[in-house]
């Protein structure tokens, strides 16, 4: 049951990763968040057995490690990251390639939003989750997700419009 578990788990390790950097803005940190997930999820005796419900769950056990980690240090609100690794010269023109410019450019931006919005973009954009799975990982409805999201994306788009990323047109209906 053990190996079944793990092999389980393997299959989130990267998104959790990713939204774990949503809501601390640090590797190391990511990290050890990561881990906290797994050994949890490994450890306990209840595991939902539908895949829906079990990737909601593991998700929420993230958040949660997050909160307690944090709010133990009392500094949730007004956590300092270590963006050292979005820094501006991570950001030169490397070969043409405007693809990684504009990953990077969306990072850097994305780092600098709270946390409520780094945390939503983070399970919706970057983890893939519907609205209604954020509803039931965040416990609120699924009218306040999308209004969150909307937001969210709105200062996203908001911070980037200054920077090289260049936008999609948008093809009008007739």
Same mark, same amino acid.
Request: charged share 30%; proline share 3%.
């Given at each position: ?110 780092? #600098? ?53 260049? #936008?999609?047109?948008? #093809?009008?209906?007739?």
């Amino acid at each position: 049951m053990s190996n079944d578990r793990s092999a389980q788990l393997e299959l989130y390790l990267d998104r959790l990763y990713g939204y774990a950097m949503s809501l601390s803005r640090n590797p190391d940190d990511s990290k050890d968040l990561v881990q906290d997930c797994a050994l949890k999820a490994l450890t306990t005796d209840k595991v939902p057995t539908d895949a829906s419900a079990y990737r909601s769950w593991l998700f929420r056990i993230l958040r949660n490690a997050f909160i307690d980690r944090y709010r133990k240090s009392k500094t949730i609100q007004n956590w300092e990251t270590d963006a050292s690794h979005l820094s501006e010269s991570s950001m030169e023109y490397l070969g043409g390639d405007e693809r990684l410019i504009n990953v990077l450019s969306v990072k850097f931006e994305m780092a #600098k939003l709270p946390l409520a919005q780094r945390e939503i973009i983070g399970l919706i954009d970057v983890s893939g989750f519907s609205y209604e799975e954020v509803s039931k990982i965040l416990d609120i409805p699924v009218g306040t997700v999308m209004s969150r999201i909307s937001r969210a994306r709105h200062t996203l788009i908001t911070a980037i419009g200054d920077t090289n990323v260049v #936008k999609f047109p948008v #093809k009008r209906r007739k």
